[in-house]
């Protein structure tokens, strides 16, 4: 028998792979786990399966650094606890193949965040820890003696495939302990630190965060907070942002169930404050709010007026190099094979802000398929599959167990 030469092939569809520069016409090959070629034209006898994307966007799978996936701990009004999801009940389904904890789990309970999740789950997930020992568990994250920046490091180094940053959130106090002390962890550990300001106090101006504290690379999120210092009284983005910007600080959206005003954001984004990065935030507050999913978070930027490439690349390529993972985030050959196959709907739509105000648009994004390590994990119209009728009268499993990720099929061992 003929040994073909790919497993998946998506054929017709449009190419956005920000980090090789394509936007265009060109089918994606996919052989065992890794793309194997983005060309035009591959023909489709050379594959097992073809599946015909023309009129969608094929992008790398989504990569959505800020969200709370430790679950099933128990603990009630935690993020680490009830706040969180397990991931793949909302990942796949939006195009999300990569999908970052930010902060949930501290490095006391990294490991048990680790068995219970990550182990456990399809999506990828990766994890910052948070410099608070036990994480985001509503009681110590205020408490000093819990940020130990060498037992941070010391279990990020031990987790290096696994964790790509260090968090600090939700700190009210009025100096600079959190923050600093996760930078120091950071720096041991040779990662990158995420800021989730918490309380916004004039001991510490989060205008001294972006400019001095954080070191080039660094990542402050909720970048579009009613409390940020963002916008000066004509309505203008203050310019000390572009300031931190230019020293090398990443800017992430970190919608959520709070974070996230289109009195900041639509002002902001007119004047080319736009996120480095596009995340969700998700947690059991914001997902049936505003934020919804990444694919809806991601449409509310492409109708506040960003490019459709744009919006691509800081929910791909952006954020895969903000945690320095960028071995993900692209379609180049030798790649996880992880891809979105998303569909822009035209007409009127709407967005929800978190603080429930509403924004008119007539654009968004729906994710159509998802392929996560080579296969196929969600595919909404069922664009794989034969009619039913069309089938023998007593069919069986349908798929292979070589590209369909979808059904049970008793031979997949991989
Ligand atoms: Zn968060």
Redesign the pocket.
């Known amino acids: 028998m003929e040994r073909l030469e790919y497993d998946l092939l998506l054929k017709g569809g449009t190419v956005i792979d920000p980090r090789n520069g394509v936007n265009g016409v060109r089918d994606v090959a996919i052989a065992g786990r890794k793309i194997a070629a983005v060309e035009a034209n591959i023909p489709a006898r050379r594959s097992i399966e073809t599946i015909d994307v023309t009129g969608l966007y094929v992008t790398p799978g989504l990569v959505d650094i800020?969200a709370?996936v430790y679950a099933g701990t128990g603990l009630r009004g935690a993020?680490c606890g009830d706040y969180s999801l397990y991931p793949d009940g909302h990942t796949f389904r939006s195009g999300v193949t990569t999908v970052v904890d930010?902060?949930s789990s501290g490095w006391r309970n990294f490991e048990d965040f680790k068995d219970r999740v990550i182990d456990r789950a399809r999506t990828r997930v990766l994890a910052m820890l948070n410099i608070a020992g036990h994480g985001m568990d509503g009681q110590r994250e205020q408490d000093a003696r819990e940020m130990d920046s060498e037992e941070a490091a010391r279990q990020a180094l031990r987790h290096k495939d696994l964790v790509v940053g260090i968090k600090t959130?939700h700190y009210a106090g009025p100096d600079w302990v959190a923050v600093d002390r996760a930078v120091q962890a950071a720096t041991l550990a040779g990662l990158p630190v995420m800021t989730?300001f918490g309380d916004f106090r004039p001991e510490r101006p989060y205008r001294e965060l972006v400019l001095e504290r954080l070191r080039p690379g660094d990542i402050s999120?909720h970048m579009y907070l009613r409390m940020m210092p963002l916008l000066d009284g004509a309505g203008r983005v203050l310019p000390y942002l572009f300031d931190a910007r230019k020293r090398g600080v990443f800017f992430d959206v970190?919608y959520?169930g709070g974070s996230f005003l289109f009195r900041q954001a639509v002002p902001a984004i007119r004047q080319g404050w736009i996120p480095d990065s596009i995340s969700t935030?998700l947690?059991a507050l914001s997902m049936n709010g505003g934020m919804q999913d990444m694919t809806n978070v991601m449409s509310n930027f492409l109708n506040m007026g960003m490019t459709l490439e744009a919006v691509i690349a800081a929910s791909t390529w952006n954020p895969a190099r903000e945690i320095r993972r960028e071995d993900l985030g692209n379609l180049s050959a030798g790649a996880p094979a992880d891809v979105a196959v998303l569909r822009l709907a035209e007409g009127e739509c709407g967005f929800v802000d978190t603080f429930g105000a509403r924004m008119k648009g007539t654009r968004r994004l729906v994710c159509e398929l998802t392929v996560r390590d080579g296969r196929v994990v969600w595919d909404r119209n069922g664009k794989t599959r034969q009619e039913w009728d069309e089938l023998a009268p007593d069919y069986g499993i349908q798929g292979d167990a070589r590209w369909d990720g979808m059904l049970r099929h008793p031979e997949r061992e991989r």
């Open positions: 800020h709370h993020f930010a902060g959130a989730d999120t970190g959520g935030d947690h």
